[in-house]
């Protein structure tokens, strides 16, 4: 009787001391504990968070956090800093091989460049823009886009219902919106062909989209397109060069800033460091590399969600968060310089804006040097002709390339003095760009899975933004959010 009470008081406490363990793990948001200890960890560095990825995200997050005194690092797969921006040289010049234009309204990218002392010049729009769609073709000042007459006006009400349709999408958790269920469950390409008679509308539309996004109307849910339109003011600031995403290019490019943040971050930015795992219990994370392991109280995730779904993580994920992960796919896109002796199309009065929908490439813009007499274009392979091409022989793209812009430009574009291009669908590390695509259903679903933390493990990069999602400046914007809200834990 007696060895009963005592076994029942032992199985007490230790129910009681499982009890408290349960609350500590609830209260990090786990369910269940995994049996990882500090010992796993032993021969781990340690530092107040661990950052999984270099990009304009994590190196933003990383500052923020060494700013407020805490200790950081940042692992980083790839053999360089920056992420989804690059540096290139084309014809003698560094360009930006990923992400590079920055609009009026992406302050806090625009803050990072003045504290950097880089300065922005305008992107070149002097004289016409050229446009062949559904057979017309013209030439055309300003941002809209000169379709056949008889379809202006249609497209303008298109637009308008676009933007209507955006500004009332319920931001920053879009799937909580009254009509979400019902959007999300619509890909662009179906609204389209509701809302749109003329083919060219819906011809000029899905290049738009194409050119935005790096995928299809047609692989693209209604609500995340809204929401993604919302998060940078409006479709028409999406797709505008003057005042919009495309107004302005950096000197010297935009990769500049993240090789800066990594220069004042020293060896806490650590290169060749891929993320295998993440181990969590109720003290902290060990976060698993190639290369070693590091201890942190939290870690912050800032890989794209199909990437971030590469890692192993301890305990296993929750569902939502798993699923989610495997629902928002990279867009394909080719990104192509071309050097040519002198910028010839301005001689024709052209700005070197082309949208066409008989090229494979495209849209391509002039994007000459500021200084000196040689002009280049940079364009696009974006969405299906970047799954199309990414996997012919570069030689082939290069003949491509040249042919759709010699249609435009005439034969001078056959003969560029260089060209360079980045296969960003064929890169391992990023598997695509610019941004990641959910299609139909997937938001509603697991929407709120994107931002919330899994226990100490956090969430950023440009997808987590809630200004200016898929943009380097929503990059920032969510490195500043994970800052402030880590560091209120710490
Ligand atoms: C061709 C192209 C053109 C673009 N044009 C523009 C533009 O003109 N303007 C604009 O604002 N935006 C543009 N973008 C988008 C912009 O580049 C991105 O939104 C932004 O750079 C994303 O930053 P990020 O830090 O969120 O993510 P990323 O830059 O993707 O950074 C994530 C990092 O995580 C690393 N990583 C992944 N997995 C692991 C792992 N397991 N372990 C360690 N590290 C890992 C990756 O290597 C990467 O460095 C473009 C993108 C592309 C590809």
Known sequence: MRNRQRQSSREASLSRRAALGMAAAGAAGLTTLPAVSQAAATGARTVDVVIVGAGFAGLTAARQLRAAGRSVVVLEADDRVGGRTKAGTVAGETVDLGGQWVGP????????????????????????NLIDIAGHRAAYEGETPALDPAAMGEFAEVIGKIETLSAATSMPRPWEGAAAAEQDAQTIESWLLLNAKSPAVRSAIRLLVRAVFSAETSQISLLYFLAYASAGGGFSALIATRGGAQDSLFDGGVWQLAARMAKDLGAAVVLNAKVESIAQDGTGVTVTTNTGAWRGRYGVVTAPPALASRIDYT??????????????????????????SRPFWREQGLTGLVLSDRTEFGPWFDHSPRHGTTGSLVGFFDGGPAQRWADQPPEARRDRVLKDIAQYFGDAALSPIDYVEEVWT?????????????????????????????????????????????????????????????????
């Open 105 to 128: 309204a992406q302050t806090r990218l625009l803050a990072l460049a003045k504290e950097f002392g880089v300065a922005t010049y305008p992107q070149y729009d002097k004289g016409q």
């Open 315 to 340: 305990p296993a994920l929750p569902a939502r968060r798993d699923g989610l992960t495997q629902r928002m796919p990279l867009g394909c896109v080719i990104k192509t310089h071309i050097a040519y």
């Open 426 to 490: 064929r890169t391992p590390l990023h598997r695509g760009g610019y941004v990641s695509v959910p299609g139909p259903g997937v938001l509603t679903a697991f929407g709120p899975a994107l931002l919330e933390p899994v226990g100490r493990i956090h969430w950023a990069g440009t997808e987590t933004a809630e200004a200016w999602a898929g943009y380097i400046d929503g990059a920032v914007r969510s490195g500043e959010r994970v800052a402030e809200v880590v560091g209120a834990l710490l």
